[in-house]
DNA sequence: CCTTAATTAGAAATGATTTCTATTTATACC
DNA sequence: GGTATAAATAGAAATCATTTCTAATTAAGG
């Protein structure tokens, strides 16, 4: 958790109440949760909480690499802690079953500079599977 | 054109004049395009296009393959057409520059069978750059 | 403790996409 | 070519996840 905190504030991000639960839940869960899902979890605990807050900082958590965005086939916002060192290049799997989600260290495109005439200027891998527990 | 009228058929999809001219013009183009994009377009050839049969076209021909679902940072739906072999495993990248839209066969990812413990059942992939046209 | 900018709640708006229904059309079969 | 059938279509309306706007609250630094 202290992780994560710290990356808050190096990117001028404060340390708030709502942030700290967001990141709490997330690590608890382990899946990758909608706004709306979010947002429910904390009425438990707090007496108000608004989407727009919800909204701007799941984003503003993503981005600055604290959160993963995460792609789903209903095409709605997802959103998971991103685990993984962060210096390595990585991208996410959802577990179609439980919603956990993993980091996938097995991708070699970032050294590639050119594919197909394009300069790659970026490019993003969502992959689905099974996870270990819901594949027993 | 013809092999992506078979395709139609072979699918169960009539061949009406709306699609056609869908294909026809993403053909032309060679651009991801919005189903807005794509209406205002057809508008100049038909008295009437409904948004409704817009989407509903685009949404089954990507789905038997003819067509390619974009992904975009405004999340969005754009369609494209799939150029590439049917049977060959690939991808898709966007000039962020003029949209157009080539294929990318760089990916093994579909021999891995297990990464990091989930069974992988689909993976996802959109690649973005600059285009040999517009990088001159 | 003060100051300041960031954060937040609440209400309202937004707009891309979907749903619904009646009409039209492509296609298979005779 | 004519007919039957299911698919495709237009138009109007609804949906609803996400964003915008504004005033009140709060975290953080000095
Ligand atoms: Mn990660
Ligand atoms: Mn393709
Ligand atoms: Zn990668
Ligand atoms: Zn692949």
Chains 1, 2 share one sequence.
Do not use: W
């Amino acid at each position: 958790m202290k992780k994560y905190l710290d990356k808050l504030k190096k990117n001028n991000l404060k340390i708030t109440s709502k942030r700290v639960a967001i990141l709490e839940l997330l690590e608890r869960s382990g899946e990758a949760l909608s706004p709306e899902d979010i947002r429910n979890e904390l009425a438990a605990k707090f007496e108000k909480v608004s989407y727009p807050s919800v909204y701007k900082n799941l984003e503003d958590m993503s981005r600055i690499g604290v959160l993963a965005k995460i792609a789903r086939p209903d095409r709605r916002l997802y959103y998971a802690l991103c685990r993984a060192r962060e210096d390595k290049h990585h991208h996410h799997i959802i577990c179609s079953k439980c919603g956990k989600v993993g980091e996938v260290e097995e991708c070699d495109l970032f050294r590639r500079k050119v594919i197909n005439g394009y300069r790659i200027t970026s490019h993003f891998l969502q992959l689905e599977g099974i996870c270990s527990d819901c594949g027993k």
